[in-house]
């Protein structure tokens, strides 16, 4: 186990690392970049007693490795700075912002693992038949495609044509004047079920079911091929053969035994398709008004609001390392080969 | 040495007549090219296909003489997406050449001296390689002001780790052969035996991912530009005409879904093309379609 302790600690060591050096960069596109941060704090239309009061209430008058430990001081007391328009504290935004990310996230995900399993076995089984053409021609469609305009065609079809779908948002109004759901984790759809307030459960539901799945068609290319070509390799390997030899029922091996060693990669691929899901929520959030970290981040773009951007930065990237490390770590745990690369 | 490979590709190129699906993104990506080459004779109405506005003949429905419809300002659509066919290929090849061109001498130093240089290289690498690219892209562009030009340099910045793993993998199986310890031994110094024999030996691989790649460096450059960061108005590219046709989606839906039709057309080619040049490069797919070498 000692070498499990080590890449542990290799590990640990890198995604620190990776850290740091975003903080790093934020803080130079934000303090060293930008010409005169006070005046976009102020506005143009401030006096010259504002824009000077400004410059000391960011601490911009300080010298740069001040400003800089000040910085990385902050982060840790989870000072993200204050948005420049709303000038509010850009961490207690991005936490109001991030559960309905979260949730589409996570379904989107949950989607794509069981969708890509069935999809990448299927087509390994039926290797270089029509099937097998087809769940490719579908995964690299998945991976091909733009999301933002995935999402208007399935509007296009699900609201426009057949009418049987909210267009967007997150919960109807009918729903928030008569059945409030009164917020608990900030999970819609979760605490509605905690309320017990099933109608607004359904109506969650039924706005959540376009932006998942739109979010879970590249995943879904993602976990179908790394599942695929996983399982067309075991399925080569003798212990297969030898089952198949003594007669075990083919479901048996080929879900059993083939699948439990075709999986390892379905959990690296979600690792990158969390990466890919997290900005990728940004463009689906914004064609769905979903009242995310995406339609979060687009508004600061349009308003020119860079702290809000970099907070989104920040932890965007620390939610991801944290995710990938977690992979890595499990990964390695159940499989002794990684620890020695 | 030549003779052997010369003999590879004759196979490559063998094989890659024969694969249906690769001649058929072959051919998606050309029609693309010579769009984007011609675009001044194809286009139907090319004044509007660069931003001349038409304000007398605005969101006409797909006809013979518009077959995409007409946008907000009247303008043919056809024509400004086969304008656009110009700035999303050239960002594509612009941001996959820059990742390439800084990659991968990163990567080829560090697997051939290995040690330290190699651990530091590498080191490098895998913090570039551990943030989510887009979210750092929007982030540089955010702070560097919108524009297409600085999405595509925020693109390469984040694309070269890429191709520097993928150097580095090859340099380091590479490095071994015979005729490179017979180029050291004679005396041929470090620099040429990277560049001159290393490389030329390690572009195939670098070349499949290169080709995948510019799929998604089209569809992020797509996706910069819808959100408001990438080319500006009255620029025809088409994850801007998406974005500016998006609120006209329900009355008058072919302004958003003809361009977001050529981005995937464009991205699907990219993709499959290059799977299936991965399928034919790669020596253990290939034993399974029953060639051999």
């Known amino acids: ?341 | 040495m030549k003779k052997i490979l010369s003999k590879e590709s004759e196979i490559t190129l063998k094989l890659l007549s024969k694969d249906k699906l690769a001649l058929f993104s072959l051919a998606i990506i050309l029609f693309f090219i010579i769009l984007a080459v011609f675009a001044p004779y194809i286009a139907p109405y090319p004044e509007e296909g660069e931003g001349k506005p038409a304000p007398e003949r605005r969101f006409l429905p797909p006809s013979i003489e518009h077959p995409f419809g007409t946008d907000y300002l009247g303008r043919d659509i056809l024509s400004r997406i086969i304008f656009g066919a110009r700035i999303s290929l050239s960002v594509g090849i612009f941001v996959v050449v820059c990742a390439i061109s800084v990659g991968t001498p990163i990567g080829l130093i560090a697997g051939y001296y290995g040690g330290k240089v190699d651990e530091l290289l590498m080191r490098a690498t895998d913090v570039f390689l551990s943030f989510p690219s887009l979210l750092f892209a929007i982030a540089l562009v955010a702070s560097l002001g919108p524009g297409l030009f600085n999405a595509m340099l925020s693109l390469a910045i984040t694309w070269w780790p890429w191709y520097a793993r993928l150097a580095r993998a090859q340099a380091v199986s590479i490095k071994e052969q015979p005729f490179i310890l017979a180029s050291k031994a004679i005396g041929v110094n470090d620099i040429r035996i990277v560049f001159k024999h290393i490389l030329p030996n390690s572009l195939t691989p670098i070349i499949v991912q290169g080709t995948m790649d510019m799929s998604s460096a089209i569809l992020s450059e797509a996706g910069l530009s819808f959100i408001g960061l990438g080319a500006q108005a009255p620029s025809p590219e088409w994850g801007l005409m998406v974005s500016t046709g998006r609120i006209y989606l329900l009355n008058y839906w072919w302004f958003p879904v003809f361009p977001g039709l050529a981005i995937f057309l464009v991205a699907l080619a990219f993709n499959l093309f290059g799977d299936c040049l991965r399928d034919i490069l790669d020596p253990k797919t290939r034993k399974s379609r029953g060639e051999t070498f």
């Open chain 1, 1 to 341: 186990m000692a070498s499990f302790k080590s890449y542990l600690v290799k590990r640990i060591i890198l995604a620190l690392i990776v850290l740091y050096f975003v903080v790093t960069i934020t803080f130079i596109l934000s303090h060293v970049v930008p010409s005169d941060p006070a005046e976009l704090y102020v506005g143009p239309k401030a006096t010259k007693e504002q824009r000077e009061r400004a410059v000391i209430e960011l601490g911009l008058d300080k010298p740069l490795y001040i400003q800089y430990l000040n910085y990385i001081f902050g982060l840790f007391k989870g000072d993200l700075g204050v948005s420049l328009r709303a000038h509010t504290p850009v961490l207690h935004d991005i936490l109001a912002y991030l559960p309905a990310t979260l949730e589409i996230v996570i379904i989107a995900n949950i989607i794509a693992l069981f969708v890509g399993i069935l999809f990448g076995t299927f087509s390994a089984l039926k290797k270089d038949h029509l099937e097998d053409h087809l769940i490719r021609f579908v995964s690299v469609g998945g991976v091909s495609i733009p999301s933002f305009w995935f999402a208007l065609l399935m509007q296009l079809i699900f609201f426009g044509v057949l009418g049987i779908l909210p267009l967007d948002g997150r919960v109807s109004t009918e729903t928030q004047l008569f059945n409030p759901i009164k917020v608990i984790t900030g999970f819609y759809t979760l605490d509605a079920l905690l309320n017990l307030n099933f109608p607004a459960f359904i109506d969650c539901l039924r706005h959540l079911i376009l932006p998942a799945f739109v979010l879970a068609t590249y995943p879904i290319g993602l976990v179908t091929r790394m599942v695929r070509s996983m399982m067309v390799e075991v399925l080569n390997e003798n212990y297969i053969r030898f089952a198949k030899a003594n007669g075990f029922k083919e479901n048996l091996i080929y879900y059993k035994y083939a699948l439990r060693n075709a999986l390892t990669p379905a959990l690296m691929a979600l690792g990158l398709s969390f990466a890919y899901s997290i900005t990728g929520a940004f463009l689906v959030e914004v064609i769905f008004s979903w009242p995310g970290l995406g339609t979060y981040t687009v508004n600061a773009i349009l308003e020119n609001d860079y702290p809000s951007i970099l907070g989104v930065t920040i932890v965007g990237t620390t939610f991801y390392v944290g995710v990938n490390l977690l992979l890595d770590i499990f990964q390695a745990y159940i499989d002794p080969r990684v620890r020695l690369k």
